[in-house]
């Protein structure tokens, strides 16, 4: 239960491994277009955007956007976490103005300091990040782009952690750009970022472009295209297996559609953090913010190397906490991608279990109070 790669499905990473299949095959044709199709699904984008996947990763998808982006312009990146702070890290490569607002670890920045920035200067656009991976925070996307909509040219959201398991509605609620990587909540195989791209977005592209070369979107959306259209062509070699495992995924969420699987994520994690509350244990995200994909539990006063050693012994692995502010004390969960009630149960009792070993005293009965909030819960 690492916060990516995520829970694993069989039928979806094995859906990967094929007999060697060209990028100029039917097959692949066939399994870009239902990826793209099922891409703009599972971020409520209309058909009026244009979804990509480039290989590589959630980085190269946020270094991507940079092709939208005009020379000098100016940038508000609304950072929660390590996650927010690479906004940062990739635009300070670019001729463009940033400016960033930071929050406490567990914490968001708040709509009225947004409110305020985007007021009081003019920004072209809007960076931020759905759910932050380093502390397991929910932003409120569709408030922020209610807030900045009128303010700003292009509203693009970091997904990575959250696509497929919280809901994103990129149409309805005027976001520009929606990006994520193939293997967080999609739980599909690594090698993939996508995004999503609205018609205003797109025709930025006519403009001169600061972006390098690879991740140039403008080297790609034609290519997008031919693939909805039932075509095919080359512009750098995709990554064909994943590309496979992404058409699987894409599948299966549409079989349990998008609304259950979100349903399930949330359930799952209500499940999770109430056997962690049981144990007396602390979440690092305030109560108000806390996602379905990722929680960062705190635990004073034991080696947390050591305890996840023990628990990947145990045959569960769990994410090292990154948020400097906290580094040595929590550790990230993931549940996203293929999680299941059992995931919930077995992942508390490893962590109870290799916490008493240690000398933690935390009680036990934390997968009974999952079980409670399971058992009101008949839909999945
Ligand atoms: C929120 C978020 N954004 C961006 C990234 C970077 O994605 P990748 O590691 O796929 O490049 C991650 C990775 O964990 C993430 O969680």
Redesign the pocket.
């Known amino acids: 239960m690492h916060?990516?790669p995520s829970i694993g499905n069989y039928d979806v990473l094995s859906a990967a491994v094929q007999p060697n299949i060209g990028f100029a095959s039917p097959e692949f044709n066939s399994a870009m277009k239902s990826s793209l199709e099922g891409l703009r699904y599972i971020t409520g984008a209309a058909d009026s955007y244009t979804p990509f996947i480039l290989p590589?990763?959630?980085?190269?998808?946020?270094e991507s956007v940079m092709s939208f982006i005009p020379r000098n312009s100016r940038i508000l990146v609304v950072s929660n976490g390590v996650?927010?702070d690479?906004w940062e890290a990739i635009m300070s490569r670019y001729p463009v103005a940033i400016k960033v607002l930071k929050a406490e670890a567990g914490k968001s920045v708040s709509l009225e300091d947004i409110d305020h920035e985007v007021s009081s200067r003019r920004y072209f656009a809007v960076a931020m990040?759905?759910?932050?991976?380093?502390t397991g925070v929910k932003l409120d996307v569709e408030s922020v782009a209610k807030t900045v909509r009128n303010k700003v040219d292009l509203i693009i959201v970091?997904?990575?952690?959250?696509i497929g398991g919280e809901n994103m509605q990129a149409a309805r609620w005027g976001i520009d750009v929606v990006l994520t990587?193939?293997?967080?909540a999609l739980g599909a195989q690594?090698g993939a970022?996508l995004l999503v791209a609205s018609r205003s977005a797109i025709e930025k592209l006519r403009e001169e472009s600061i972006s390098g070369y690879f991740a140039d979107l403008r080297n790609w959306s034609d290519l997008m295209n031919k693939f909805l259209a039932g075509g095919g062509g080359y512009f750098a070699t995709p990554p064909i297996g994943t590309v496979f495992s992404i058409q699987k995924s894409m599948a299966l969420i549409r079989s349990e559609t998008i609304e259950a699987r979100i349903k399930r994520h949330e359930i799952c994690s209500q499940a999770f953090r109430a056997g962690i509350s049981h144990m007396g244990l602390e979440i690092l995200a305030s109560e108000k913010l806390r996602s379905n994909t990722?929680t960062g539990v705190i635990v004073d006063g034991i080696d947390i190397p050591d305890f996840l050693q023990r628990c990947m012994k145990k045959g569960v692995e769990f994410g090292a906490g990154v948020h400097p502010a906290f580094r040595d004390r929590y550790f990230r969960v993931g549940h996203m991608g293929w999680v299941k009630p059992e995931h919930i149960i077995t992942a508390l009792n490893v962590i109870e279990s290799s916490l008493e070993e240690i000398g933690k005293e935390v009680g036990h009965g934390s997968a009974l109070a999952a079980e409670e909030v399971f058992s009101k819960h008949h839909e999945i």
């Open positions: 916060v990516g590589g990763s959630g980085t190269v998808a946020m996650f927010g690479r990040t759905q759910v932050e991976t380093s970091d997904g990575v952690a959250s990587a193939s293997q967080k690594a970022g990722v």
